[in-house]
């Protein structure tokens, strides 16, 4: 090849490659504005700013993210699509039509201008806060707040109301605006007006002085109609100032309480831990049934959307919020309980005269429902203990213990020595107040609590056989679907944990709700399985209806044998250790009573309990700390068949 034929092979393959660039170049960078409005809009929709359009990529990127973050998961983006493109005072402007929607599909649309530049022979896009929603200024970004609608309402038996948004007045004062008595005659206005309400002056006159400037100072919530009967004491006082709200309260003030749960407004501390599911102004469900079923009760979480300017915008620094978009506010669903309002108020007045933390678990045999579940402690506020704690049953676990021995072919008239002390490998066991029976039957054993007894019959059942007799009487499975405990009886062979399982010590664990289930059984003859929540609420909360961890269907419970402990039952209160309960009125009392030994004092402290039932009514009762079950836990259980009755 010539000298000049390799020069122009050279040219032509200089041109070839140019031409090619030009034509990647083509396919890369819009040469019109239109093509270079739909490539912008397209990657709008997808949240993903990836042509080449952009003057800055990354930083076009970054700006698309702040911007719409807060929309999480509640506010989704649909579709950008271009619908004009305009040419005025020498600018080129893409309008864009946006479409959002929220989680059931109701649709937010407006429309914004996006700005184009050409660039010699092509276009770029320039992305602002404006072009993502013209009320946005620069630095500015979305904000959402809660638009929730009616949360729904805690039903009981009868579709008796248990829980409902009320109205309520908030009592505050504006120190600067107080004369030298106010404080005290709204203190004793309020404490003389409001059953139960103890505000103390000294405290409100801290928290007075200690404000800044003019801050108001929180006094009190009250009910609407708490507030109508101090109203006249009250409401001309000085400083003093009432603001009308809604809050979701109990039927009454500490009805079944601690089970129903609170509602309150989410705080930065809830926002953070839920990771965008809960957003600003949401009231939330704190504690109970409320946080279990919050999704339930709250609805489908309605949004307001909202646009937020930040220092660098263009008003000077303003954090002012302006609306945008309120989606609609759908109201919660209503969740049905099986509490029943008479027994539950007997239950929480029973539960109040305990003189330590006590709870109250009252079951219906018949059909499992959980009729009341009441919690008090005289030092404040009351956790659920109930449904969640877990203690030695003590001698109450002699039902279950019991069971075992009469399945293993032990008769309630076999004679059983019970002598004050037994000895099972080293260990030293007694009876409660050193107590001696001698030769007496079985029946005579459980009726007077004789753990002498029980230890030394330990070798006629295995660990195996103790803990099927409890799972018979439903004890490991009684979860309610909401992640309530239940007992825990570990099959242990180790000859002095076993003899000490035989009385409820050693390693068995159980809950006031386990207690009642295991006397719920004995008067059905059947294995109970306990129900609190009723209808689909269990499925869309997503809980657990299968009862414990891993737990398989338990063994069928003996029915002839439960009529043979329901007999001894009955006998623990016509002649043994609960006799204060036989001029309970109305059906035949049945029961056991326990007390339970915890902690390393010497002598031990003691948990006091009951377990029993009055014709298709169980009852556990546990007095924390309480002594002995016949002298703390007997007394609230007399008390709950008298308001029963």
């Not at 490539?39 to 911007?67: C, M, P, T």
């Not at 039509?97 to 929220?102: E, F, H, M, R, S």
Request: contains cysteine; glycine residues 10%; hydrophobic residues 40%.
């Amino acid at each position: 090849m010539s000298k000049k034929s390799r020069v122009w092979l050279a040219v032509a393959l200089v041109l070839v490659l140019l031409a090619g660039a030009g034509v990647f170049a083509l396919f890369r960078l819009p040469m019109t504005k239109s093509s270079a409005a739909e490539a912008a809009a397209h990657d709008l929709a997808e949240e993903q700013l990836s042509s080449d359009i952009w003057h800055e990529k990354d930083l076009a990127q970054g700006l698309f993210d702040r911007v719409t973050k807060a929309l999480g998961t509640r506010v989704d983006l649909r579709s950008v699509t271009v619908d004009d493109i305009t040419e005025a005072d020498g600018r080129t402007l893409a309008t864009l039509d946006w479409t959002w929607a929220n989680n059931d599909g109701e649709s937010w649309e407006y429309s914004s201008q996006l700005p184009l530049e050409k660039n010699g022979l092509f276009w770029w896009a320039d992305l602002t806060e404006k072009a993502i929603h013209p009320k946005l200024g620069k630095g500015g970004r979305f904000e959402l707040r809660a638009n929730q609608g009616r949360r729904g309402n805690i039903l009981g038996a009868d579709d008796e109301v248990l829980m409902e948004e009320e109205k309520v007045v908030d009592i505050g004062v504006h120190p600067n605006r107080l004369e030298p008595d106010t404080i005290g005659r709204l203190v004793s206005g309020l404490n003389d007006g409001v059953d139960s309400l103890d505000l103390d002056a000294d405290d409100l006159e801290k928290s007075v002085d200690d404000a800044e400037g003019n801050q108001l100072v929180p006094v009190v919530t009250l009910r609407e109609g708490d507030y109508k009967s101090v109203k006249d004491a009250i409401h001309d006082l000085p400083g003093v100032l009432f603001t009308e709200d809604t809050q979701t309260l109990t039927r009454s003030r500490g009805f079944a309480q601690a089970t129903l749960g609170s509602v309150g407004q989410a705080s930065a501390d809830d926002i953070e831990k839920s990771q965008a599911t809960i957003i600003p102004g949401e009231i939330i469900g704190r504690t109970g049934l409320q946080k279990t079923f919050n999704n339930r009760l709250s609805g489908p979480g309605g949004v307001e959307v909202f646009a937020k300017g930040d220092a660098s915008d263009d008003t000077g620094g303003t954090t002012k919020l302006t609306s945008l978009h309120a989606f609609t506010a759908e109201d919660g669903e209503n969740l049905e309980t099986t509490l029943d309002v008479r027994i539950q108020e007997a239950a929480d007045k029973a539960a109040a005269t305990g003189r330590k933390p006590t709870a109250l678990v009252a079951i219906r045999p018949s059909d499992g429902h959980v009729l009341a579940v009441a919690n008090h402690d005289p030092e404040g506020a009351a956790w659920d203990r109930a449904l969640s704690g877990q203690y030695a049953p003590g001698s109450v676990f002699k039902i279950a213990s019991g069971l075992a021995l009469l399945e293993s072919g032990v008769k309630p008239d076999d004679t059983i020595d019970c002598p004050q002390t037994a000895t099972v490998g080293g260990k030293r066991f007694k009876n409660a107040e050193d107590e001696v029976l001698g030769d007496v039957s079985f029946a005579s054993d459980f009726a007077h609590s004789c753990n002498t007894a029980f230890v030394s019959s330990g070798d006629e059942v295995t660990g195996d056989d103790l803990t099927a007799a409890a799972e018979q009487l439903g004890m490991t499975a009684a979860t309610l679907g909401i992640g309530a405990k239940t007992a825990s009886v570990p099959a242990d062979d180790d000859e002095v944990t076993h003899a000490a399982q035989m009385i409820g010590q050693g390693k068995v664990q159980a809950s006031p709700l386990s207690v009642a289930t295991m006397a719920a059984s004995v008067q059905a003859g059947e294995t109970v399985d306990p129900q609190l929540v009723l209808g689909d609420a269990l499925d869309d909360a997503g809980v657990d209806e299968s009862g414990a961890e891993g737990a398989d269907d338990p063994p069928a419970l003996d029915g002839q044998a439960a009529k043979e402990i329901s007999k001894m039952m009955r006998a623990v209160v016509t002649e043994g250790t609960a006799t204060d309960l036989k001029d309970v009125p109305g059906d035949p009392v049945h029961g056991k009573t326990g007390t339970a030994e915890y902690g390393n004092d010497s002598p031990p402290r003691t948990h006091s309990w009951f377990a029993g039932f009055q014709g298709d009514l169980a009852v556990a009762v546990l007095v924390e700390d309480g002594g002995f079950g016949a002298e703390a836990a007997v007394p609230v259980v007399h008390e709950f068949f008298d308001n029963v009755n």
